[in-house]
């Protein structure tokens, strides 16, 4: 009786034993989030970033403790998040642009493919802008004056994400040739660049161009999307891919992990990150900013981050 009694006890303990990682799972996550940007402090993921963790404690229950690691495309700043451990407190903000990077080297410093997507938050709209009372300001006087081989090749700027929206356009116009793709590792060195004269064109996020339309020409929006009411009523009737007949570039931005944290970890930060997206604060400061939240969880977003990889991939010998 008294075995009997020993065994129970026994597998009483062992079931408290096997329950207790679910217990702790519950209470995720416990501590500080590192949110790791990829790129330098100004550019449109660090907007979304500082917006987003400015709700966090309502949330999380724990702060979001926005790094800025840029440099080198974005590979930086995702190397830097591959060395953090595996527990789910630290995650990447980020763009198509290291995912680029990385293909783009002989030996990468990590495969983009190894890692897990909790989130998508929202979806680019790669935006060309240009000096006012240039020929090519407005979106038919680029393709003019691109189509007019005794003018001098045009330079555009940006992140390779960004850079990607006007490539694409010109590509399927057979005009890709006569600009000069210059990559940056973030929007505000472009945009320092484009305002000092050293470039022709910049291409930028949403927010950013509203920032510049005052005194910029907005010419283009590489995606299939309308901006928001704000942002048009900042930039004015800018035409987008679908409008002009092309193909348009629609680059998410996403949540990314440690390709070895765990699944329950990844499905509840893609929720909170939900949740987060979803509080008053973040939607009023997201809208100000002329953006537009656009979420998919972990599930939607692994799916999807196949379709970016493959875009990727079709579009690099754009920079080469």
Avoid at 66 to 81: D, F, L, S
Avoid at 154 to 163: A, C, F, S, W
Avoid at 274 to 280: D, I, P, Q, S
């Amino acid at each position: 009786m008294k075995l009997m009694k020993l065994m129970a006890l026994a597998a009483m303990g062992a079931s408290l034993a096997l329950a207790a990682p679910a217990m702790a799972e519950g209470d995720y996550p416990n501590n500080t989030i590192k949110t790791i940007v990829p790129f330098g402090a100004g550019g449109g993921t660090d907007r979304w970033a500082r917006v987003m963790s400015s709700a966090a404690f309502d949330v999380f229950g724990h702060g979001m403790h926005v790094q800025n690691r840029g440099g080198a495309g974005g590979t930086i700043g995702w190397k830097y998040m591959m060395d953090q451990k595996a527990d789910g407190h630290s995650v990447l903000m980020a763009s198509p642009t290291p995912v680029m990077a990385a293909l783009m080297e002989k030996n990468p410093p990590y495969d983009p493919e190894n890692v897990r997507i909790a989130a998508y938050y929202s979806v680019m709209k790669p935006t060309l802008v240009a000096p006012k009372g240039k020929p090519y300001s407005t979106w038919a006087g680029l393709v003019a004056y691109l189509k007019d081989d005794s003018n001098k090749k045009l330079t555009i700027g940006g992140t390779m994400t960004q850079l990607l929206g006007p490539a694409s356009l010109l590509a399927q116009l057979g005009l890709e040739k006569r600009v000069i793709l210059v990559p940056y590792s973030g929007t505000g060195k472009a945009v320092n660049d484009y305002l000092g004269g050293h470039i022709s064109m910049v291409n930028v996020t949403t927010s950013t161009a509203v920032g510049l339309a005052d005194k910029n020409a907005i010419v283009v929006n590489a995606s299939s999307l309308e901006y928001n009411k704000k942002a048009k009523e900042a930039m004015g009737d800018v035409p987008n891919a679908v409008t002009l007949g092309l193909t348009p570039f629609d680059p998410p931005r996403f949540v990314a992990m440690h390709p070895d944290t765990p699944d329950e970890q990844v499905v509840a930060m893609g929720k909170k990150m939900g949740e987060l997206l979803n509080t008053k604060s973040v939607k009023r400061l997201i809208g100000k900013l002329g953006e537009d939240i656009i979420y998919k969880d972990s599930a939607e977003s692994e799916a999807a981050y196949k379709q970016v990889m493959a875009e990727a991939k079709k579009y690099l010998p754009l920079f080469q």
